[in-house]
């Protein structure tokens, strides 16, 4: 019995097709070389020049109902005091927080369009320096009428940050109170966000994170290498006695001192004003 074998033909892929496939290979590495090379570059400009290559891009504008917008502009100052270019950005950020974030009221408080708007607006002051703006570290944001029963440690708290339940707590009451009194140093917006953008940058690697971190750590090993500042920290009492409770406590009485009375700041304690100034990349008018 005779076998005849016949040579398997090898399918041939289209000429057309297998140059797609080629370009589209060296397309994609030449993509992850050049990220890695952005990333690369951008580090190294940073810890030059202590600010992100570039902070902005808008490609979906975000806006403000008349409402909100009538709330920002008659009690927010900061607001009030940038250029046109930036209060156009501020209220892009200011509205995508708000659509971001969870409001929550509690003890039958309303979640009015002040408290969306002065609650946003006080964390995006904040990371108004910053490319990542929205403090991923929070996801919702629980208000109550005045100071909370808290079941936890059984004592009345104004408020909290709670990292494991992305969660920030405010007494509405003692959140105005802050604004209030515009230059006491006491701002309780300022201090429970200030928590938040600390625990948001030990846990981010964004390129503003970065910048917080690297400024934190400059800002620390300064006041450990020189104990003669840290001893006129105490007695000047500038900052309040809290701010020696532990680090994170420090850095949030500092910002709160910064935002509300940056003249005095500067003049007492130059070196700890920059070094707050770097961290945030806070190049604005009074700043």
């Known amino acids: 019995?005779?076998?005849?074998?016949?040579?398997?033909?090898?399918?041939?892929?289209?000429?057309?097709?297998?140059?797609?496939?080629?370009?589209?290979?060296?397309?994609?590495?030449?993509?992850?070389?050049?990220?890695?090379?952005?990333?690369?570059?951008?580090?190294?400009?940073?810890?030059?020049?202590?600010?992100?290559?570039?902070?902005n891009i808008i490609l979906f504008k975000n806006t403000?109902?008349?409402?909100?917008?009538?709330?920002?502009?008659?009690?927010?100052?900061?607001?009030?005091?940038?250029?046109?270019?930036?209060?156009?950005?501020?209220?892009?950020?200011?509205?995508?927080?708000?659509?971001?974030?969870?409001?929550?009221?509690?003890?039958?408080?309303?979640?009015?369009?002040?408290?969306?708007?002065?609650?946003?607006?006080?964390?995006?002051?904040?990371?108004?320096?910053?490319?990542?703006?929205?403090?991923?570290?929070?996801?919702?944001?629980?208000?109550?009428?005045?100071?909370?029963?808290?079941?936890?440690?059984?004592?009345?708290?104004?408020?909290?940050?709670?990292?494991?339940?992305?969660?920030?707590v405010f007494s509405w009451e003692d959140f105005k109170q802050g604004y209030h009194i515009g230059d006491d140093n006491l701002n309780l917006g300022i201090h429970e966000f200030g928590h938040a953008i600390h625990l948001n940058a030990f846990s981010s690697d964004d390129i503003s994170s970065m910048i917080f971190n690297e400024g934190f750590k400059d800002l620390t090993d300064y006041l450990q290498s020189h104990q003669l500042i840290r001893q006129e920290l105490i007695d000047s009492k500038y900052f309040r006695a809290y701010a020696y409770t532990n680090h994170f406590e420090f850095f949030a009485v500092l910002l709160e001192n910064f935002v509300e009375t940056p003249g005095i700041f500067k003049s007492q304690f130059p070196e700890l004003y920059g070094y707050m100034r770097q961290m945030l990349n806070f190049k604005f008018s009074r700043y």
């Open 64 to 168: 403000l109902n008349a409402k909100e917008l009538k709330v920002l502009e008659k009690e927010f100052n900061f607001y009030n005091r940038l250029g046109e270019k930036e209060r156009a950005i501020f209220r892009h950020r200011t509205a995508t927080f708000i659509k971001t974030k969870n409001y929550v009221g509690r003890d039958g408080i309303n979640i009015t369009d002040e408290i969306r708007v002065i609650v946003a607006a006080t964390a995006i002051m904040l990371t108004f320096g910053f490319r990542k703006y929205l403090i991923e570290l929070i996801e919702t944001i629980v208000i109550y009428p005045k100071a909370y029963f808290s079941k936890i440690n059984g004592v009345y708290h104004k408020g909290e940050t709670n990292p494991q339940m992305k969660t920030i």
């Open 1 to 55: 019995m005779l076998y005849l074998l016949q040579e398997t033909e090898v399918p041939t892929m289209n000429p057309t097709l297998k140059l797609i496939f080629i370009f589209t290979f060296f397309i994609g590495m030449a993509s992850v070389v050049l990220s890695r090379f952005y990333v690369f570059f951008e580090e190294q400009y940073a810890l030059k020049y202590k600010k992100p290559f570039f902070i």
